[in-house]
């Protein structure tokens, strides 16, 4: 199994309404990442989790909130966001902190989020 | 700000060999080129990667100059489902830092029939 499966692949969301978006694999990965791409722009780095610990948060507002609750699962809680928040968001995995040479990531194919 | 340049779009007809280049003029000894790739609608795909050596895969072969100043990959008989957009990162590869896979703009690849 080499996949990152990404639920919901579609969110519509009201601005004060509270959602979460779900990522899984079981490919045994240590690290895993949330990317933001907005239309037509390159994927921008949102938070790394290392070993199941929050190692990189590329100050991103408060309003997202991510959560690894075991190695195969991270999680990315929203609420209050803003329409300008719209955009692919992608999940990634590697089998350990990119440090290594070789290290490459797995990306599933994101939940497209709409905020009204 | 990423590290790299790439033309922003390029065209290639089916069958024949797409070559996208790749400059990376400031990259640092220990750092490593990367490609990717995008298809509409998908999440980025790892292509291939390298440090001075030419390398190839199932899926493509990277050229980098001598100098490593810039590199090209190369898809040596492309399909229309080669159409999609191509990273090229440079990364550390080794050291203290987390070595993220930060992207730049990228290259539109469209192949013709």
């Known amino acids: 199994d080499t996949e990152v499966t990404q639920t919901p ?14 990522c899984e694999q079981h490919m045994g990965h240590r690290a895993m990442y949330w990317y933001k791409q907005k239309a ?15 190692s990189i948060n590329e100050s991103v507002p408060s309003r ?37 040479q070789g290290e490459k990531l797995f990306f599933g194919s994101g939940t497209q989020l709409s905020v009204l | ?11 290639c ?11 990376h003029s400031t990259i640092s000894g ?8 995008q298809i509409h609608s998908q999440g980025p795909q790892y292509i291939i990667h390298g440090l001075k050596n030419n390398e190839t895969n199932e899926m493509a072969s990277l050229i980098i ?12 008989h492309a399909t229309l489902r080669d159409t999609a957009v191509y990273y090229c990162i440079v ?21 013709k029939p």
């Open chain 2, 91 to 111: 990364r550390v590869a080794w050291g203290g830092s987390q070595g993220n896979l930060i992207f730049g703009k990228g290259t539109k690849l469209s192949v």
């Open chain 1, 40 to 54: 037509k722009k390159p994927p921008e780095l949102m938070f790394v989790y290392s070993y199941e610990k929050l």
């Open chain 1, 64 to 100: 997202f909130s991510p959560e690894c609750p075991n190695s195969s699962l991270l999680n990315l809680h929203l609420h209050a966001l803003q329409p300008e928040d719209s955009a692919l968001y992608l999940c990634a995995s590697s089998q350990g902190p990119l440090r290594a």
């Open chain 2, 1 to 11: 700000d990423a590290k790299t340049t790439q033309p922003p779009s390029m065209d």
């Open chain 2, 65 to 76: 100059t001598e100098d490593r100043k810039s590199s090209t990959l190369i898809l040596p």
């Open chain 2, 13 to 23: 007809a089916e069958g024949r060999a797409a070559n996208l280049p790749c400059n």
């Open chain 1, 9 to 22: 692949k579609h969110l519509v969301m009201g601005m004060t309404n509270k959602k979460s978006l779900k």
């Open chain 2, 30 to 37: 220990n750092e490593y080129v990367y490609w990717y790739r």
